[in-house]
């Protein structure tokens, strides 16, 4: 019987994607590797189940050949070139069983009726392969736990052995990877102006017919807007987080509340971090919280910010797919693509154009302090490269108007 992926609940209430035997017991080696590393490290949950979907392919290819992978690496005898060849393709071509409390059959999948079901062959039988980029991320995540495990072997002399098992495998990941994607896209500062004209409660445009609503609302996109936060963060954002005193708010990655009722509880992916807000911000949250909020009665049995006002459950903690309809409403008015995301893409743009403006005028920030702030600000680790995803597109824009103010100095006599 496979192993499976499974969120298992900590003693504190967190749930952790585990890798879990047939006999109902997480994996020693993967649960040490997804606590002691990913984990406190901050990584998503859905990122340490990604991890332990790719520990779970490499341990099942590695069972098919009679081999532990463990073994081979704690004890310094590495993975052979063919074995790695093998494994790599492996790890490209398999789908791994995910387990939930209640959840179906892995390898049964419902119709569109109730009541019907179809079992399938699993993908490998079919000769399925994953996407190329999936396939790729298997590759590093399986490279990186080898490489954790390599770390603790006692064997003498093996470490340049057991370095070059990691490397060949991780160098098999490049290959096959799709080409750069489009930048992804903040909204542009016409675009953002729009934004607010039509959020601005007194809009005729407004598309929220209840003023508690549009009070709301506007809230909640200049909440997005300012701290650059995710809309999951901002589900999960209590009132003692906000200090009006200081002028912060207090993103923070907590357990899921048991008392919460909402189906989707809000998570935070990564690091807890205070965010500055200015004063204009705090009124309007100030506002929201003494008139509209406080308002709801059942609002006083739980500390988030943000509540459903009107329909089955006035007073409840805003879901993560609330806000998600929020910004649907607002597209349809606008004209324009628009998704709460799109507002931390774009607090990333106009922190750079804040950073170059600073450069201009003479006052240099260097480029480790702002990739540094950068990281804080967005809860990402002290060494992440996701500013370089963010800050594509603006570092683009100045490439393109560099360009173009050469071109305009090279053809000026014409």
């Not at 019987?1 to 585990?18: F, H, N, Q, S, Y």
């Not at 200015?278 to 500390?303: K, N, Q």
């Not at 750079?352 to 990281?375: F, L, Q, V």
Request: hydrophobic share 35%; charged share 30%; proline share 8%.
């Amino acid at each position: 019987m496979a192993e499976t992926v499974r969120r298992i609940k900590l003693p504190d209430g967190e749930t952790l994607p585990a890798l879990v035997e047939p006999g109902a017991a997480p994996a020693p080696e993967p649960i040490r590797y997804a606590i002691s590393i990913l984990r406190n490290a901050g990584r998503a949950e859905n990122t340490i189940e990604a991890h332990m979907r790719a520990i779970a392919a490499a341990r099942a290819w590695a069972r098919s050949n009679g081999l532990s992978l463990e073994a081979r690496m704690t004890t310094g005898a590495g993975l052979e070139l063919r074995e790695i060849e093998g494994l790599s393709h492996a790890l490209k071509a398999a789908r791994v069983p995910h387990r939930t409390a209640g959840a179906l059959q892995a390898n049964v999948v419902p119709l569109s009726r109730p009541g019907k079901e179809v079992h399938r062959r699993p993908a490998h039988d079919r000769g399925e392969v994953l996407d190329p980029q999936t396939g790729a991320n298997r590759v590093r995540f399986a490279a990186a736990y080898l490489d954790w495990l390599a770390s603790h072997s006692r064997a003498a002399g093996s470490h340049h052995l057991l370095r070059d098992t990691v490397k060949a495998l991780a160098a098999r990941a490049k290959a096959g990877t799709r080409q750069p994607s489009e930048p992804r896209k903040g909204l542009s500062p016409e675009q953002r102006d729009r934004l607010f004209a039509v959020i601005d409660p007194s809009s005729p445009d407004n598309p929220f017919r209840s003023e508690t609503v549009r009070y709301r609302n506007l809230a909640v996109v200049a909440c997005l807007d300012e701290s650059g936060m995710r809309r999951g963060e901002l589900s999960g954002l209590k009132i003692p987080d906000i200090d009006f005193g200081k002028l912060t708010i207090t993103i923070h990655r907590r357990a899921p509340d048991p008392r919460d009722p909402r189906q989707e509880k809000p998570k935070t992916k990564t690091g807890a971090r205070p965010v500055p807000i200015r004063p204009e911000l705090a009124d309007i949250l100030f506002a929201y919280l003494s008139v509209w909020r406080r308002a709801e009665p059942a609002a006083r049995m739980h500390g988030y910010v943000f509540v459903s006002h009107g329909g089955r459950r006035p007073g409840a903690p805003l879901s993560p797919r609330s806000v998600g309809k929020i910004f649907d409403s607002l597209e349809r008015v606008l004209g324009f693509r628009l998704h709460p995301h799109m507002l931390r893409h774009t607090w990333n743009d106009r922190f750079s154009a804040a950073i170059d403006g600073k450069a201009e005028r003479g006052a240099h920030t260097p480029e480790p302090s702002e990739e540094r702030i950068r990281n804080f600000l967005m809860g990402w680790s002290p060494g992440s490269k996701m500013a370089e995803i963010y800050t594509r597109r603006h570092v683009e824009r100045a490439a393109e108007a560099a360009l173009s103010g050469m071109h305009e100095g090279l053809f000026e006599g014409e």
